[in-house]
């Protein structure tokens, strides 16, 4: 099994802000890695694929990158509607979520 | 645009079987890979299994012994049964399209099940 990591679990930060969640693999994975936000009592939207490449409609503050076991999920300024809860997911080998980054307000 | 939408029962009890059915409206079931994964409360996400369009499948080892998704073209339907159930079942179970067998692009909203007696 491959197991995704991420950090930190949690992260407070304020609209405008910079921020990066990373996701770490046990294996690598090459860059089969997406990213997913999930609004409570929502299902997950998925936002980025291939580690870097967005998926249609996604804003472009958000973005990528990683290769290999070590990967970063950049939002370069943080807009209310991005408090939300953030997975990475691989799919190297069958499919594993990292357990999650809650992004709150600070 | 596509939409999946689950039902089935909201509450099932140990240790019978869970039942549910993912419809899907706005395109065809046919030529897609078709997948079920759940989320614990205040948890994770754990894939549960996919199903081709033509019926081939393939499971999460954890669930295997315990997990039957079939799918009906001619309802534009597929499901889901899950054996033995416990608490530990306990999840929001979401269906959802999975693209090329990589990622996952259109999800339902997802059916909250509770495993009690």
């Known amino acids: 099994d491959i197991q995704m990591t991420q950090s930190p679990s949690t992260l407070s930060a304020s609209v405008g802000d910079r921020v990066s969640i990373t996701c770490r693999a046990s294996q690598s994975i090459h860059n089969w890695l997406a990213w997913y936000q999930q609004k409570p009592g929502k299902a997950p939207d998925l936002l980025i694929y291939k580690a870097s490449i967005l998926e249609s409609g996604v804003p472009s503050r958000f973005s990528g990158s990683g290769s290999g076991t070590e990967f970063t999920l950049t939002i370069s300024s943080l807009q209310p509607d991005d408090f939300a809860t953030y997975y990475c997911q691989q799919y190297s080998n069958l499919w594993t979520f990292g357990q999650g980054t809650k992004v709150e307000i600070k | 645009q596509v939409q999946l939408q689950e039902s089935g029962p909201g509450l099932v009890k140990p240790p019978e079987t869970l039942a549910l059915t993912c419809s899907v409206s706005?395109?065809?079931?046919?030529?897609?890979?078709w997948t079920w994964i759940r989320q614990p409360p205040g948890k994770g996400l754990e894939w549960i299994g996919y199903i081709y369009y033509s019926g081939s499948t393939k499971y999460n080892p954890s669930l295997e012994s315990r997990v039957t998704i079939l799918v009906d073209r001619s309802k534009n339907q597929f499901s889901l049964k899950l054996s033995s159930v416990t608490a530990a079942d306990t999840a929001v179970y979401y269906c959802?399209?999975?693209?090329?067998?990589?990622?996952?692009?259109?999800w339902g909203q997802g059916s909250l099940v509770t495993v009690s007696s």
């Open positions: 706005g395109g065809s079931i046919s030529g897609y890979y």
């Open positions: 959802a399209r999975l693209r090329q067998l990589e990622i996952f692009d259109y």
